[in-house]
């Protein structure tokens, strides 16, 4: 007995299987299910979620064979049944009383207050004094529901959500060059048989650690390039032979990318053909790779010129490899948000796609170019209408034609979807003010920690006339709530989900909800109701999908040929765009681009200037990013005990050779702030660091949040703010042997 899903977390969306606690199915030879190793476990009997278990059966899971983790799970995935029948629950909805001390209520007098909230807002304020924020997190139905509720449910066009934070760079530099934004525009284990990977600004040893498997032929063949200020777990990948790492001044990518490309073309290791038959720009393109000679490029990112020209020459060598039979795979190039949370991100990733087009990578059945996907929905949850430009099936909610189409689906006229709202830190940057969002709604995520300038957040929150959070654990933005909404989490509920390869998956229902918590789905119908919404909202998530697809039809998302039931057999993939009658489209761009003409475009960029001035005296420049332990603000993770065991507070971790003029050891308790916020952390001295860098992870609230330190600067194109550069001061604060 036993119910094939996937994990909660991450965009690679393993495999697993949960039963309950003693009745999973092993097979000789496999590891015992929750060992923090990989083994997959047999199918035996499988639920499809209509067997669920009784609330508080406790479940243990086993890795399942599937493309992308063949059986592995990371720790988070693991331990992630523990939190089903955490204490901490939320089981019954909560209401702000008196001295800030929350109280029980019913659900209708919840949602009878949320509604005259927002029957309040809109007579003192106007509709767009009412906003929502979502989250990569929810299931494509829950997205796309919401959106389709901000809209016209609550007549707002002040949606927008997380993946703001994560994605938004790489999709804007995707549609640019290709037309189209899919993370990985082909099956993940393509990647297996590569001679040679550049994978820039991502830690997947530890934000994903079964995706390293699909590694090991890059790495026996030496061709494992790896960019990072820190020698990262996965950067330790390149050591013995296995490949490059290159370790650059923090914000430096862009330069480091155009002095690749610039060898590239000068050394004529270019695909001149594919750059004539297939691309536009070209000729603009090689006069601004002029500058960016190796030696500059030195001057600039402290990686040394000849590891530019090695670098240069070794991916051309792993595509000539491909082209001359001598390895299956090519050369595939890879972004993560370290290169992309940037001002500048959008043109960063854009000089990663133009290097990967001089070299004729993209839609080729050998090589590649994609970006990692971050949540767990991260791809699904931007394609059907949370952004708030954007309608279901990645459609402009400024085309007629998308307005008309999406309309007509939802049964009302064109005139009531409202206009572009505004993206995620202006949206927050407006919480309480004149003009801005006076009551909010927050679905699957903890802005209290993970948004920029995390302090300023907090205050708008609080300034707020009403915010409701739908979560099921007192998150640090669920406390600061007037009202809290408890809902079910993963694997109490079913939905789709899609994974960093554009492949659409089922999340099946293994153990029912406690009694109390509602669905999102549930919540929104029952609002829709009480404020007169036109059209339909249902609480079935089939019927939603069902809705989406047909919303999503003739979009550049298509997910119309996607039937549910298809959905059932993980053998059976469904990659978008996967128009009716098609059969799916696993890899993207092999015969055309997605632009009118079918070409892509190389754009010229240049670095900007960053956010805050950098590099000065008595200064070291912030890098914030994730250990192998948690994930996101930690909301979750946190709550389980092995996980913060393991990492119960933020390290911050230093060059021994710049901790010593400032009188820290390792185990001290220092200080980081600049004008934006103040922030404690136990120092962590090691080499793995650049000395011009501190790196801190961004899991932990309070004092402890490295997003106090962060700002809201944002890129012009995607929205993206500056997490990865941040300019401050260190000092001692406590002696390790004083506390």
């Known amino acids: 007995m036993g119910t094939n899903t996937h994990c909660p977390y991450c965009a690679l969306q393993c495999a697993m299987r949960l039963a309950p606690a003693g009745r999973m199915a092993v097979p000789a030879g496999a590891v015992s299910a929750g060992a923090v190793s990989a083994g997959a476990v047999s199918d035996g009997a499988v639920s499809n979620g209509a067997g669920a278990v009784r609330a508080g059966t406790t479940l243990e899971v086993g890795g399942r064979d599937f493309p992308t983790n063949r059986g592995g799970l990371c720790r988070k995935g693991w331990t992630s049944p523990a939190l089903l029948n955490s204490p901490e629950r939320l089981t019954t909805p909560l209401l702000r009383g008196a001295g800030g001390v929350f109280r029980p209520v019913g659900w209708d007098e919840a949602l009878d207050l949320a509604a005259d909230a927002v029957r ?12 929502v924020f979502g989250s990569g997190g929810l299931t494509n139905e829950k997205a796309y529901q919401l959106g389709k509720f901000a809209r016209l449910a609550l007549r707002t066009s002040r949606i927008d959500y997380n993946g703001r934070f994560c994605m938004a760079s790489a999709a804007a530099a995707g549609n640019r060059a290709f037309g189209l934004d899919r993370g990985l525009p082909f099956p993940l284990a393509d990647l297996d048989s590569a001679h040679t990977v550049l994978l820039l600004g991502s830690n997947v040893a530890d934000t994903m650690p079964p995706f390293v498997a699909h590694l090991q032929g890059a790495r026996d063949a030496g061709g494992l390039i790896v960019v990072d200020p820190r020698r990262s777990a996965t950067a330790a990948l390149t050591g013995g032979g296995a490949g490059l790492h290159l370790q650059p001044t923090p914000g430096t990518d862009m330069a480091l990318l155009l002095g690749i490309s610039h060898v590239v073309v000068h050394e004529g290791l270019a695909d001149q053909d594919f750059i004539q038959q297939r691309t ?34 070794r991916l051309a060598e792993g595509v000539r490899q491909a082209r001359a039979g001598l390895s299956a795979g090519g050369t595939y190039i890879l972004t993560g948000r370290g290169v992309e949370q940037h001002v500048d991100g959008t043109d960063t990733a854009t000089a990663a796609i133009n290097l990967s087009l001089l070299l004729g990578l993209p839609g080729s059945t050998h090589s590649g170019y994609g970006t990692l996907t971050g949540q767990g929905n991260g791809q699904g949850a931007r394609e059907h209408g949370q952004k708030s430009d954007q309608l279901p099936g990645y459609r402009k909610i400024t085309d007629p034609a998308a307005r008309k189409h999406v309309a007509a689906v939802w049964g009302v006229d064109p005139g009531l979807i409202p206009g572009p709202g505004l993206p995620a830190v202006q949206l927050l940057k407006s919480l309480g003010r ?109 019927t939603v999908f069902e809705e989406l697809r047909l919303a999503s039809a003739g979009g550049l998302a298509d997910y119309s040929g996607i039937r549910y039931a298809q959905l059932e057999n993980d053998d059976v993939p469904a990659y978008w765009p996967f128009p009716t009658g098609s059969a799916g489209t696993p890899r993207l761009f092999l015969e055309t681009f997605a632009h009118p003409d079918g070409r892509a475009r190389f754009t010229a960029v240049s670095p900007g200037t960053a956010a805050d001035l950098l590099h000065r005296p008595g200064e070291l420049t912030l890098v914030t990013g994730r250990v192998l332990e948690h994930y996101q603000s930690g909301s979750q993770t946190r709550r389980v005990a092995e996980l913060s065991a393991a990492q119960p507070e933020p390290r911050l971790q230093l060059h021994p050779a710049t901790a010593l003029p400032l009188g820290i050891a390792d185990g001290d308790m220092a ?22 860098t501190a790196f801190l992870p961004f899991h932990f609230p309070g004092r402890q949040s490295a997003n106090l330190l962060t700002q809201a600067a944002t890129d012009p194109i995607s929205g993206m703010p500056e997490f990865k550069t941040s300019a401050v001061q260190v000092r001692v604060l406590e002696k390790a042997g004083a506390l």
Not at 671 to 692: C, H, K, M, W
């Open 280 to 313: 536009d720009g070209y000729r603009s393109l090689r006069r601004s790779l002029n500058a960016w000679w190796p030696e500059r490029v030195q001057a600039v990112t402290g990686v040394p010129a000849e590891l530019v020209r090695e670098t240069a020459r």
């Open 120 to 131: 309040t807002a809109w007579e003192r304020h106007g509709a767009d004094s009412v906003g």
């Open 434 to 542: 004149p003009g801005g969002v006076r009551s909010l709604f927050v679905h699957g995520s903890n802005i209290a920690v993970s948004a920029p300038d995390a302090g300023a957040v907090l205050a708008g929150l609080r300034s707020l006339d009403f915010l409701v959070v739908a979560d099921f654990f007192m998150s640090e933005t669920a406390a600061e709530a007037d009202l809290v909404l408890p809902v079910p989490q993963w694997a109490e509920e079913e939905g789709t989900m899609t994974n960093l390869e554009g492949r659409v998956i089922r999340r099946r229902r293994a153990v029912e909800a406690p009694e109390g918590t509602r669905s999102e789905l549930w919540i929104m119908q029952q609002l829709a109701v009480r404020l007169g919404a036109p059209s339909t909202f249902s609480d079935d998530p089939e």
């Open 671 to 692: 200080e980081i702030s600049n004008g934006r916020g103040t922030v404690r952390a136990r120092a962590e001295l090691t080499t793995e660091v650049r000395p011009d």
